[in-house]
Structure formats: structure tokens, C-alpha cells
């Protein structure tokens, strides 16, 4: 949960886009919005953005996107020339098994301590302590001092 789907549009001009304009993905087995990202865009390749929250299912298929994803939403994709856009048709994109859904919360499992140094369990100055946690998934950790 909290991670975010970006979908990169790729077209063969520069367009400019004003409003809100949102991409139909498929998450799991509900569509969901993923919005202009006007931050993650260049003019080329328009930027789509959706975080997964804990509404959502898990997908062990991977995100897809159906055919004709595009709702303008009463904005606008305009080419070099300000002329509209007129075909956002696209075709569907399958499931894209590297970018499954798995939205089940880690679970500590295991807490292992042990200790280096000490006398009938006192520890003292420079002793060393290790704590292992075990969980149900791999986590990651950003470790700051």
C-alpha cells in the first residue's frame, strides 16, 4: 500500500494538457483513475499516476489497462499546433505481471534476541545485543541515523 502505478503515454508529437484528464487502469478486479501527473510528464510522453491504498485488492496478475482508457474529464491534450487530439483510442494492455498488487500487510512473526558480553543476563557498556525480526514478507527499511 502507498506504492504508485505510473502509466507513461507515449506519443509521436509534443502535446500539452490542461485540466484533469484521468487513465482507466485495472487494479485487482476494480477500475480505478490513475491521474495526470503533470510533475512525472514531458511533453512526449504524459505521465499517469494512482496510488494503491488499502481499498483496493490484490492483484497477483498484475495491473492492466483496458482498450480506450482515456477520460478527458473536461480538460484538453492539445498538439504543437493547439489542435485537440482527436483519436486517444488505444488498444488494452494485458496484465503486467511486473507490477502486481499485494496489498495484505506484513505480520512480525518472529523476535529473536540475543546477547554478546554480560554475567547471569546483566548486560553492561559495550555489551553487544542483536534483535532479529522475522516477517511474513520481505521488508525493506530505509535506515537513518
Known amino acids: 500500500m502507498g506504492d504508485v502505478v505510473r502509466v507513461g503515454v507515449a506519443t ?3 502535446v500539452t494538457i490542461s485540466g484533469s484528464p484521468f487513465l482507466k487502469i485495472r487494479v485487482g478486479k476494480e477500475f480505478v483513475q490513475a491521474t495526470f501527473d503533470a510533475e512525472a ?3 512526449t510522453q504524459p505521465v499517469f499516476s494512482y496510488t494503491i491504498t488499502a481499498l483496493n485488492s490484490s492483484d497477483s496478475n498484475g ?7 482515456f477520460v478527458l474529464n473536461g480538460a484538453s491534450i492539445l498538439d504543437s ?6 483519436s486517444l483510442r488505444t488498444r488494452a494492455v494485458r496484465d503486467n505481471s511486473d507490477n502486481k498488487v499485494d496489498v495484505t500487510q506484513p ?3 518472529k523476535i529473536d534476541v540475543s546477547a554478546v558480553g554480560g ?6 557498556v559495550g555489551d553487544v545485543v542483536t534483535v532479529t525480526v522475522r ?3 520481505n521488508v525493506y527499511v530505509n535506515w537513518v541515523e
Open 12 to 14: 509521436d508529437m509534443p
Open 41 to 43: 510528464s514531458s511533453p
Open 63 to 69: 495491473v492492466s489497462i483496458p482498450s480506450n482508457p
Open 81 to 86: 499546433n493547439d489542435l485537440s487530439l482527436v
Open 107 to 109: 505480520v512480525v512473526t
Open 119 to 124: 554475567q547471569k543476563g546483566l548486560l553492561s
Open 135 to 137: 516477517t511474513s514478507e
